[in-house]
Nanobody, 124 residues
Framework: VQLQASGGGSVQAGGSLRLSCTAS????????MAWFRQAPGKEREFVAA????????SYADSVKGRFTISRDNAKNTVYLQMDSLKSDDTAVYYC??????????????????WGQGTQVTVSS
């Protein structure tokens, strides 16, 4: 499974961006998908996940109430709507496909396939 992420860019604090990630195969439609991010000098961290049916979204505490994850299995695509962006949200954002139909944890080793990443820069 190959994943292609897009939608990153530069925005001022308080602004919004919508990330998209399209999988090359429908296999991804049977598995949970997630977004992670990695800021310079930091570990890659969990952002949000959604199960294979598009339900049970989960979020990192740092983005709850500001980010929304969704998916469209007909398009093999997962989205991340990011609102009220802060400078701390600046990072490379990665999409990933889980080993399981539903996300079991926020651990990176649960995810088998990874996209190439898309840069999000938030200026204050």
């Amino acid at each position: 499974v190959q994943l292609q992420a897009s939608g990153g860019g530069s925005v001022q604090a308080g602004g919004s961006l919508r990330l998209s990630c399209t999988a090359s195969r429908r296999t991804a439609s049977n598995n949970a998908m997630a977004w992670f991010r990695q800021a310079p000098g930091k570990e890659r961290e969990f952002v949000a996940a959604i199960n294979w049916r598009g339900g049970s979204p989960s979020y990192a505490d740092s983005v709850k109430g500001r980010f929304t994850i969704s998916r469209d299995n007909a398009k093999n695509t997962v989205y991340l709507q990011m609102d009220s962006l802060k400078s701390d949200d600046t990072a490379v954002y990665y999409c990933a496909v889980s080993l399981w139909p539903a996300a079991r944890s926020q651990a990176r080793d649960e995810y088998r396939y990874w996209g190439q990443g898309t840069q999000v820069t938030v200026s204050s």
